[in-house]
């Protein structure tokens, strides 16, 4: 389990804290699993049309960070 989700996350995607903030969210305190759709892409075709990347350029805009 990863204790301190914030600076993992913060590490891959550095501008969240300044998007989360502006919305008054917080981040989730822990990690305890990360799902891999790769099953599911390999078998059924699935794939992810939203990144969580994708979610923050969204705040971004909204902002016209």
Known sequence: ??????????????????????????????????YDASRARDRLGFACRTSFADVLAALAAEDGA
């Open 1 to 34: 389990m990863i204790a301190d989700a914030p600076s993992v996350v913060a590490r891959y995607f550095p501008g969240f804290p300044a998007l989360y903030a502006r919305k008054g969210w917080t981040m989730f305190s822990s990690i305890d699993r990360v």
